[in-house]
């Protein structure tokens, strides 16, 4: 069965260094990756994706994540936090089997200080 | 539509009495998912619908839980004899494509309290 774990419940990184947000999946065959962002009193929206291809992809709001095969992970990376970047993430996964079913992770609480 | 609408957006009701959440998903796409958001949890998938296919019901908590999506596009989300631990926001989403690989779009939630 599928499933995703993000390690930590929450990163604090300081206005303009980088930060990332970890997650690590278990799939059979090839995966499907996805992270989303909640921000405060907002719904959830599609941030990045990654499907095949090149391991780094780019997404919303200069966010990017690297697809790493053989440690099964799909860490959100950002070069320079913002403040404004302060929301919930959540990494999700789905199997590439044909079928839709995807499992989120726990969420990780972003927090980014000035 | 342009997104994926919800309603009720808040729900209070009894425990013991049965509630139907309703939600449009965006035109044309042929998946929907409802996933509930306990507060201070992650998104905890209930069950998703494609096109005409048998729905995955494998995330549906207990048979006080079900689910109908009508001519492929409205779907309703029926909770009987509810209880507090059913408290919560109810997420629909929807996607489209041939692989549903371009994201989910979610709906704004309903936000269901159990008294």
């Known amino acids: 069965a599928q499933s995703v774990a993000q390690p930590e419940d929450q990163v604090n990184v300081a206005e303009g260094n980088p930060l990332t947000v970890k997650c690590t999946y278990s799939?059979?065959?090839?995966?499907?990756l996805f992270w989303y962002v909640q921000y405060p009193n907002r719904g959830l929206q599609f941030l990045l994706k990654?499907?095949?291809?090149?391991?780094l992809v780019k997404g919303s709001y200069g966010f990017e994540a690297e697809f790493n095969k053989s440690q099964t992970s799909f860490h959100l990376k950002k070069p320079s936090a913002l403040v404004s970047d302060s929301a919930l993430y959540f990494c999700?996964?789905?199997?590439?089997?044909?079928?839709?079913?995807?499992?989120f992770g726990a969420g990780t609480r972003l927090f980014v200080k000035a | 539509g342009a997104g994926v609408s919800q309603s009720p957006s808040n729900k209070v009701t009894e425990k013991g009495k049965d509630v139907e959440l309703r939600c449009d998903p965006i035109?044309?796409?042929?998946?929907l998912y409802w996933y509930r958001q306990s507060l201070g949890q992650g998104l905890e998938f209930l069950i998703y619908?494609?096109?005409?296919?048998?729905?995955?019901k494998s995330g549906l908590p207990s048979d006080r839980f079900s689910a109908e999506r009508t001519g492929g596009s409205v779907s309703t989300l029926t909770i009987q004899r509810t209880q507090q631990e059913d408290s919560a926001v109810y997420l629909c989403?929807?996607?489209?494509?041939?692989?549903?690989?371009?994201?989910?779009?979610f709906g704004p939630g309903t936000r269901l309290t159990v008294l």
């Open positions: 989403a929807s996607s489209s494509g041939s692989s549903g690989v371009r994201g989910q779009f």
């Open positions: 799939v059979s065959g090839n995966p499907y």
């Open positions: 990654y499907i095949t291809g090149d391991n």
């Open positions: 999700a996964v789905r199997e590439n089997t044909g079928g839709f079913k995807t499992i």
């Open positions: 035109s044309g796409h042929t998946a």
């Open positions: 619908f494609q096109g005409n296919s048998a729905p995955d």
